[in-house]
């Protein structure tokens, strides 16, 4: 299984950009999948995942309604679409995919056993 982040970059307050996850080795209706990110000092979060099966989606408070999650079986793609960009918003995002993942446990970057490289995201002015 492999992941591959990228999209990333530097853009201002109330921009946007896209993330995808290109994946190899998972069937994405098998897997569940996630964003994650940290910034530095601080834990890895769960931004927004998606289950595998009946496509439930979390989002966490930080991001609702600016970030939006999608995903592509036939191209085994996921994308984070991530509107009205804010400094806050500033840290490494990293996509991450598992089997067996249960809905109360979407958010944890510990259910996850495969993680792609990540991809820095830098909102400044």
């Known amino acids: 299984v492999q992941l591959q982040a990228c999209g990333g970059g530097l853009v201002q307050p109330g921009g946007s950009l896209r993330l995808t996850c290109a994946t190899s080795?998972?069937?994405?209706?098998?897997?569940?999948t996630g964003w994650f990110r940290q910034a530095p000092g601080k834990e890895r979060e769960g931004v927004s995942c998606?289950?595998?099966?009946?496509?439930?989606?979390f989002y966490a408070d930080s991001v609702k309604g600016r970030f939006t999650i999608t995903r592509d079986n036939a191209k085994k793609t996921v994308y984070l679409q991530m509107d009205s960009l804010k400094p806050e918003d500033t840290a490494v995002y990293y996509c991450?995919?598992?089997?067996?993942?249960?809905?109360?446990?979407?958010?944890?970057?510990?259910?996850?056993?495969?993680w792609g490289q990540g991809t820095q995201v830098t909102v400044s002015s």
């Open positions: 080795g998972v069937t994405p209706d098998h897997y569940a």
């Open positions: 991450a995919a598992d089997r067996g993942i249960i809905l109360s446990d979407l958010r944890r970057a510990d259910a996850y056993d495969y």
């Open positions: 998606i289950t595998n099966d009946d496509g439930m989606i």
